[in-house]
């Protein structure tokens, strides 16, 4: 269950056409398709009473399926490439509603970040507190000295995003951290009012970056692997 006994779902939205990595939710992974170790992850958190994947792919379903996750095919309009999640939960939690099927807590679980863990969506999901807070993130902190950012004008010259922070120690600015892009959480009825994943009062879940990782490119799966190969041997 969720946190204060509230009721959970996971959703994992898996579309078959993904366009950089072309059907990256079945890349093998550690001896399995990547979209497994997210089921598993998610099934093995403390949270959910249901673990649903939502596709438009048959071969995911099936795989989703026998992973012991609930397998929902999405509606074809909600399978084109400029569809945003929101909209794919938000029918999920219409399709539960038919079936007399209601949630207090929605967790969106991406299937392609094979190395976060259960503990980091058990994380996430503890922050949802309804009347305090209605939406959460995984987040990691920059790798980069983000008080240092530079803009890009029309005529191709540089400025300083913040130029009051610009000549600050690193160990003295602002610690900067951005959604990793594996996990969030929301209540639901504030996230069916909002209609996005990002709301007033959000809460980040820190996370290091040996388990961000979220597959969109050949870069990422050569670091996930480099990820996945130091922790087996035991390198910290």
């Known amino acids: 269950m969720g946190p204060d006994s509230l009721s959970a779902i996971a959703v994992i939205p898996a579309r078959g056409g ?10 093998p992974f550690r001896g399995e398709p990547m ?14 009473e249901t ?5 438009d792919d048959e071969e995911i379903l099936e795989i989703a399926g026998k992973a012991g996750a609930t397998a929902y095919l999405r509606p074809g309009e909600l399978a084109g490439d400029d569809v945003p999640t929101a909209p794919v939960l938000l029918d999920v939690l219409e399709a539960e509603a038919q079936e007399s099927r209601s949630w207090d807590i929605l967790a ?14 058990n994380g996430v999901v503890s922050l949802i507190e309804p009347g305090v807070c209605h939406f959460a993130m995984a987040v990691t902190a920059a790798d980069r000295p983000v008080h240092q950012a530079l803009r ?7 400025e300083p995003v913040w130029p009051d922070l610009l000549n600050t120690n690193s160990q003295d600015a602002p610690k900067f951290l951005f959604g990793n892009g594996t996990t969030y959480a929301v209540h639901v009825p504030a996230f069916q009012k909002t209609g996005s994943l990002y709301g007033p009062g959000l809460r980040g879940y820190e ?6 990782v979220d597959l969109d490119t050949e870069e990422d799966l ?9 922790d087996s041997s035991g390198t910290q």
Do not use: E, N, W
């Open 18 to 27: 993904s366009k950089r990595l072309p059907r990256k939710a079945l890349i």
């Open 35 to 48: 979209i497994v170790h997210s089921i598993r992850a998610a099934q093995d958190a403390s949270c959910f």
């Open 51 to 55: 673990v649903l994947v939502s596709s």
């Open 108 to 121: 969106c679980i991406y299937a392609t970040a094979p190395l976060r863990t259960a503990d980091d969506i």
């Open 152 to 158: 890009q004008d029309t005529t191709g010259h540089l």
């Open 207 to 212: 996370m290091p970056r040996s388990r961000s």
């Open 222 to 230: 050569a670091l996930l692997q480099y990820y996945a190969g130091r």
